[in-house]
């Protein structure tokens, strides 16, 4: 028996690509039995992700299955689109452990591949379309993905800078229920940021921007409070993460401004999100007792030194991944001539 | 035997804080099974200790520079497995077991040995006063490593590095309750113990009655301006592990003043 992969991803394929390969839910059950009635092919595992789309498939003819495999996904797709890569095993295993592991992901080491794979596999396996060898397969990716999430630093950091702010915001005030948060000058990111916080549970937005109606429309949209861009320091008291994205040629977050104002907080930490071009928050505001002050720089800059931890753990990812794909290519030879 | 528990007791705590500095040198550092199994292992080894000699003597085994040290690794190692879990904070342990690891070193390579056996005739109140004391060092010591700990993430967060240890770290707001919550339960006990001294009407050295007062209103002070808002975190941080280290310098002075002449 030997594990044939097929497929597309990001890697090869854009985006319009991508698109014409992908198998929604509901296409799911049709497109599995019509590869099922492929020659020689004895399971399939479809997964589908805006990512990549991957077939799986146990056979006894690889090079036969494959061919075909290529005829059908052409007809769906539409001739001379498919820049399909394809694997036998050992390597389909390596590719589907190293996949799982999120070493194949846009974003290295990210893990939602993870829980798409999981379903990936309970559908088909819902389905009656999965095998011995499928099954030991992907249960055996699982664990593998388990132990490299746990024993090197892949997923350690967030790899964006809305997704370093809501890090950090943990490693300041742990649970963010509960938590208020100010937004002074509506951009793009501090809104991603602030959309972020609120997914984490922040009990209240307050919005202040130089047009009032852009900050009551985006205060409408999170749930949160607008307030005239003038009376920001009115409604502080309660701030716990200030994100500030103005257009303002120079800081507004002054120590001047900011001393009575911490001076009434009962020593709460404060975090402050600069994100501005001119930057909004004087430096030295984070030289004060209890405030964190980031800027986009220093944000950027702890996504380059995750991404790079990331890049360094990928030799000990892959030193386990073929410790697995070993095990497991001994235990499809002594299982290769049992019946399904 | 009891040299054979003890030194099994350092080995433990040596093999968690070895642990520690290889995995944060390696900038992996993970708290978990390695530090916490070790801490356990060092416990389990102490209390049997302490049990075998207090057996001997009849009393508790407090009646030594020697028995003490003992009695306060002892003690810290049961406040962090009583609180350590409870604030989720895998890596105060990581943070202990140094700090534990030195006082039985120090216990162990010192002058002065474990009290002879023999049965002591003591009176239960002092008892009480004693060991509630040293308990309250435990807590004591265990708020200073929470300080530590929250300096160290402070630094962190100011430097804008991911560190490994900014990562392994509780959050900061987290750290600062658990000192606070440390620093309370030591005062709390402390206060029980010297209580159980003035009840027992013992007689003591004025020195000894001098340094014990201070270290009890240092703690208190510490704590008044806490509640008052006027010592931020950071800064209840740093006193209470200067604090500590007015403990440990003191901690053989009142010894000697306490021991029978």
């Known amino acids: ?340 | 035997m009891d040299g054979l528990l003890l030194a099994g007791a350092t080995f433990f705590l040596l093999v968690s804080f070895g642990y520690t500095l290889f995995t944060l040198g390696a900038g992996k550092f993970r708290p978990g099974t390695v530090n916490l199994t070790a801490i356990l292992g060092g416990f389990v080894l102490l209390t049997v200790d302490l049990w075998m000699r207090g057996q001997a003597q009849g009393a508790c085994p407090i009646n030594s520079l020697f028995d003490v040290l003992v009695f306060m690794s002892w003690s810290i190692l049961l406040i962090y497995l009583l609180v350590g879990p409870a604030y989720h904070l895998s890596l105060l342990g990581a943070f202990t077991s140094p700090l534990v690891f030195l006082i039985l070193l120090i216990a162990q390579l010192g002058p002065v040995g474990p009290s002879a056996s023999g049965r002591f005739v003591r009176d239960p109140w002092i008892e009480m006063h004693a060991s509630l004391t040293l308990i309250a060092y435990g807590a004591f010591a265990l708020a200073a490593v929470a300080g530590l700990m929250y300096w160290t993430q402070d630094r962190q967060l100011k430097a804008r590095k991911a560190g490994a240890l900014l990562y392994q770290l509780p959050p900061i707001t987290d750290l600062g309750v658990a000192n606070a919550r440390l620093l309370w339960l030591g005062f709390f006990l402390l206060s029980a113990g010297f209580a159980a001294g003035f009840i027992s009407g013992m007689q003591v050295n004025s020195s000894k009655f001098a340094a014990s007062v201070a270290i009890w209103a240092i703690y208190g002070v510490i704590l008044v301006l806490r509640r008052a808002h006027r010592l931020p975190p950071r800064r209840t941080a740093a006193a209470s592990m200067l604090a500590f280290a007015v403990i440990l310098v003191t901690l053989p002075v009142i010894q000697y003043l306490s021991s029978p002449k």
């Open chain 1, 1 to 340: 028996m030997n594990i044939v992969c097929a497929g597309i991803s990001h890697r090869n394929a854009p985006v319009d690509i991508r698109e014409k390969f992908a198998v929604g839910p509901h296409e799911l059950e049709g497109m599995l039995k019509r590869i099922l009635g492929i020659d020689g092919l004895a399971g399939a595992v479809i997964v589908s992700t805006c990512n990549r789309v991957e077939y799986y498939t146990a056979s006894v003819c690889p090079i036969r299955v494959l061919d075909r495999l290529q005829e059908v996904l052409e007809l769906r797709a539409g001739a001379g689109l498919t820049p399909l890569y394809t694997h036998d095993s050992p390597a389909s295993v390596r590719h589907l452990f190293r996949v799982a592991s999120g070493l194949d992901s846009m974003v290295l080491g990210e893990t939602e591949i993870l829980g798409q794979l999981k379903q990936a596999y309970q559908a088909a396996s819902g389905y009656g379309a999965t095998t011995r060898h499928l099954n030991k397969l992907f249960q055996r990716a699982f664990r593998v993905a388990k132990q490299v999430r746990s024993e090197t630093s892949i997923t350690r950091g967030a790899t964006s800078v809305g997704a370093v702010a809501v890090e950090l915001a943990g490693k300041i005030f742990g649970d963010l229920s509960g938590r208020h948060v100010m937004i002074l000058g509506a951009g793009d990111t501090s809104e991603r940021t602030a959309r972020s916080l609120v997914s984490r549970g922040v009990r209240t937005v307050i919005v202040a921007n130089r047009t009032f109606d852009r900050a009551a429309r985006l205060a409408g949209e999170i749930g949160g409070m607008a307030v005239h861009f003038d009376h920001w320091q009115n409604a502080f008291e309660g701030v716990d993460i200030l994100i500030c994205s103005t257009a303002a040629p120079h800081p507004i977050v002054t120590r001047e401004k900011l001393e009575p104002l911490l001076a009434r907080r009962d020593g709460r930490p404060l975090f402050i999100i600069d994100l501005a071009v001119p930057r909004d928050a004087e430096p030295s505001l984070n030289e004060l007792e209890n405030v964190y002050l980031y800027d986009i720089d220093s944000l950027e800059q702890i996504v380059r030194q995750s991404l790079d931890v990331r890049r360094a753990e990928v030799v000990r990812c892959e030193q386990m991944i073929d410790s697995h794909v070993g095990d497991f290519m001994t235990w499809m030879r002594t299982h290769n001539d049992r019946p399904v």
